[in-house]
């Protein structure tokens, strides 16, 4: 993997990430695809509307349909008919969100599956076995996601047991290379995740020590987890001065465009998060004059299109009062035709603050979008 900064605003920071599988854009917006899939649309539609990385999730595809059967049929690429990037997370955050089901050990976590009840244990080197056979291009090292709120000691401890598990994914992955085990010639890039909940001196403390192993890119875990929105922009602030410059950061989880913003002007690169598919299929829909329900009554008749100035394909062919109906139906249509509108929103909205950055105006461009999507808060 090579990431170049082209263009600097501020903070702010526009650049290329080059993987064996394509470039991609930064900042750059993942749609989630959990389970090798992105819900209700075909990876064609995803490409059309020009997605240029997906993210997987190792947890689910480790439990179904399991990595070995992923890699006979020639990894996920070819499995899921995607041939540009893919991130794949360790299943960490899963792992842990399950927390009644699962028992936390030095060696890593024991816990039983949430399909069928039956008991797994995953630990660092099985979480970059997974994702080796998955044939990820970013590979995420495993790590114990902090609730919120978390004592002091706790998190402390949490972040001295992500660390010791950061270095052992990435002694695993060079135990294998140097030993010629590795079988495959292009093996992802290694991601570490910054822990340490809301205190300052330990998110510090943990990207000094995730800097000394040596990481590809670097991710910050822990947020977005029900903290207030303040305590949250003021730890991106304070991380993200301190992480290495030359090194794409990823927010992980962060999708709300409000934080976005926040994120992308103090120099973050990567982000991914279910809103806006999550939200199409709720009949929640985002749009150049901020977030609408379908589902009201003022649009039962409404012939105009969702949002006019939006070129995707649902605007393009389809009224308010159609979507209105499919959503009423509960018809599938809707479910499709809304996800290809929110996420064709996202992706352009990544567009053009892009843009914005290159043109040195992405000031104005968050003044312009908070005023939006804050009347919606």
Same mark, same amino acid.
């Given at each position: 993997?090579?990431?170049?900064?082209?263009?600097?605003?501020?903070?702010?920071?526009?650049?290329?990430?080059?993987?064996?599988?394509?470039?991609?854009?930064?900042?750059?917006?993942?749609?989630?695809?959990?389970?090798?899939?992105?819900?209700?649309?075909?990876?064609?539609?995803?490409?059309?509307?020009?997605?240029?990385?997906?993210?997987?999730?190792?947890?689910?595809?480790?439990?179904?349909?399991?990595?070995?059967?992923?890699?006979?049929?020639?990894?996920?690429?070819?499995?899921?008919?995607? !041939?540009?990037?893919?991130?794949?997370?360790?299943? @960490?955050?899963? *792992?842990?969100? +399950? $927390?009644?089901?699962?028992?936390?050990? &030095?060696?890593?976590?024991?816990?039983?599956?949430?399909?069928?009840?039956?008991?797994?244990?995953?630990?660092?080197?099985?979480?970059?076995?997974?994702?080796?056979?998955?044939?990820?291009?970013?590979?995420?090292?495993?790590?114990?996601?902090?609730?919120?709120?978390?004592?002091?000691?706790?998190?402390?401890?949490?972040?001295?047991?992500?660390?010791?598990?950061?270095?052992?994914?990435?002694?695993?992955?060079?135990?294998?290379?140097?030993?010629?085990?590795?079988?495959?010639?292009?093996?992802?890039?290694?991601?570490?995740?910054?822990?340490?909940?809301?205190?300052?001196?330990?998110?510090?403390?943990?990207? !000094?020590?995730?800097?000394?192993?040596?990481?590809? @890119?670097?991710? *910050?875990?822990? +947020? $977005?987890?029900?903290?207030?929105?303040? &305590?949250?922009?003021?730890?991106?602030?304070?991380?993200?001065?301190?992480?290495?410059?030359?090194?794409?950061?990823?927010?992980?989880?962060?999708?709300?465009?409000?934080?976005?913003?926040?994120?992308?002007?103090?120099?973050?690169?990567?982000?991914?998060?279910?809103?806006?598919?999550?939200?199409?299929?709720?009949?929640?829909?985002?749009?150049?004059?901020?977030?609408?329900?379908?589902?009201?009554?003022?649009?039962?008749?409404?012939?105009?299109?969702?949002?006019?100035?939006?070129?995707?394909?649902?605007?393009?062919?389809?009224?308010?009062?159609?979507?209105?109906?499919?959503?009423?139906?509960?018809?599938?249509?809707?479910?499709?035709?809304?996800?290809?509108?929110?996420?064709?929103?996202?992706?352009?909205?990544?567009?053009?603050?892009?843009?914005?950055?290159?043109?040195?105006?992405?000031?104005?461009?968050?003044?312009?979008?908070?005023?939006?999507?804050?009347?919606?808060?």
């Amino acid at each position: 993997m090579k990431f170049c900064v082209n263009n600097i605003d501020g903070n702010s920071r526009s650049g290329i990430i080059e993987t064996v599988h394509g470039a991609i854009s930064t900042p750059a917006f993942m749609p989630v695809g959990t389970q090798g899939t992105v819900k209700a649309l075909s990876p064609e539609e995803i490409k059309s509307i020009g997605a240029e990385i997906i993210l997987s999730n190792t947890y689910h595809l480790y439990l179904r349909p399991g990595h070995e059967i992923i890699r006979a049929v020639g990894g996920l690429h070819t499995f899921m008919n995607w !041939d540009r990037p893919i991130l794949t997370d360790s299943g @960490g955050f899963q *792992v842990f969100s +399950l $927390s009644s089901l699962s028992k936390i050990r &030095e060696d890593g976590v024991e816990f039983r599956s949430h399909i069928d009840g039956s008991l797994h244990f995953l630990s660092p080197e099985k979480a970059m076995e997974v994702q080796l056979m998955l044939g990820s291009d970013i590979a995420m090292a495993f790590d114990e996601c902090t609730p919120y709120p978390a004592e002091y000691s706790y998190a402390a401890g949490s972040l001295e047991l992500t660390t010791r598990w950061a270095r052992r994914c990435k002694e695993y992955l060079e135990q294998l290379r140097i030993g010629g085990t590795l079988q495959t010639s292009n093996p992802p890039s290694l991601f570490g995740i910054v822990q340490g909940s809301m205190y300052k001196d330990l998110r510090g403390r943990s990207i !000094d020590e995730l800097a000394c192993i040596g990481f590809d @890119g670097y991710a *910050v875990g822990g +947020l $977005s987890v029900g903290e207030p929105k303040e &305590e949250m922009y003021e730890i991106i602030r304070f991380i993200a001065s301190l992480m290495p410059p030359g090194s794409p950061r990823y927010l992980m989880g962060v999708g709300d465009l409000l934080d976005v913003l926040v994120a992308v002007e103090n120099g973050f690169d990567m982000f991914d998060c279910v809103m806006p598919t999550r939200n199409a299929r709720n009949g929640t829909l985002f749009t150049s004059k901020g977030r609408i329900s379908i589902k009201r009554t003022e649009f039962k008749g409404d012939p105009g299109p969702l949002d006019p100035g939006c070129s995707c394909y649902t605007c393009r062919n389809y009224s308010r009062a159609y979507l209105r109906h499919l959503f009423l139906a509960k018809e599938i249509l809707s479910m499709r035709l809304n996800t290809l509108h929110n996420l064709y929103f996202y992706l352009n909205f990544f567009r053009k603050m892009r843009a914005a950055i290159c043109d040195r105006t992405f000031g104005a461009f968050k003044k312009h979008w908070e005023e939006i999507f804050g009347q919606d808060t």
